[in-house]
């Protein structure tokens, strides 16, 4: 296995790290990899009812995670996936809203989207995956492990 370092976020990364033993990012070389991120608040780990807020606080989410593991953000994002309770028009909607937002002008990444049965937690309704290349914040990790 190449040799990585592990991100664990305060608030709801702790929790998970606790109850679930998982965390939230890994950075392997010049890439950090993203966990499912949903619609959890960070600080009281409850998770939005509305299915279109939680696809919003997903993305937010990605962001703060991807940032504490030293990148940059939405901007270094090559390769999303997202699984959804219901794929419908609604979610689809959400989903292009948020990258709109996220990801404006001519920087895309790529998607695949799929329904799924079942979360982790009953409340969720969406849960996104990322990938981002991070060159720099790689070799700003490497030399803070010297």
Same mark, same amino acid.
């Given at each position: 296995?190449?040799?990585?370092?592990?991100?664990?976020?305060?608030?709801?990364?702790?929790?998970?790290?606790?109850?679930?033993?998982?965390?939230?990012?890994?950075?392997?070389?010049?890439?950090?990899?993203?966990?499912?991120q949903g619609g959890w608040d960070?600080?009281?780990?409850?998770?939005?009812?509305?299915?279109?807020?939680?696809?919003?606080?997903?993305?937010?989410?990605?962001?703060?995670?991807?940032?504490?593991? +030293?990148?940059?953000?939405?901007?270094?994002?090559?390769? %999303?996936?997202? &699984?959804?309770?219901?794929?419908?028009?609604? #979610?689809? @909607?959400?989903?292009?809203?948020?990258?709109?937002?996220?990801?404006?002008?001519?920087?895309?990444?790529?998607?695949?989207?799929v329904q799924v049965p079942r979360? +982790?937690?009953?409340?969720?309704?969406?849960?996104?995956? %990322?990938?981002? &290349?991070?060159?720099?914040?790689?070799?700003? #990790?490497? @030399?803070?492990?010297?």
């Amino acid at each position: 296995m190449p040799e990585h370092l592990s991100y664990v976020s305060p608030g709801f990364g702790e929790a998970s790290l606790k109850s679930h033993a998982y965390v939230q990012a890994v950075r392997v070389g010049d890439t950090i990899h993203l966990s499912g991120q949903g619609g959890w608040d960070r600080e009281t780990n409850k998770t939005h009812k509305d299915h279109d807020a939680q696809i919003d606080q997903a993305f937010d989410n990605i962001d703060y995670n991807l940032k504490y593991a +030293g990148g940059k953000g939405w901007s270094q994002v090559y390769k %999303v996936r997202s &699984y959804h309770l219901a794929l419908n028009d609604e #979610a689809q @909607e959400a989903m292009v809203r948020n990258f709109r937002k996220w990801m404006p002008g001519e920087k895309h990444a790529l998607w695949t989207c799929v329904q799924v049965p079942r979360f +982790g937690e009953d409340n969720m309704r969406v849960e996104i995956e %990322v990938e981002a &290349y991070d060159p720099e914040g790689a070799a700003a #990790a490497r @030399e803070s492990k010297k």
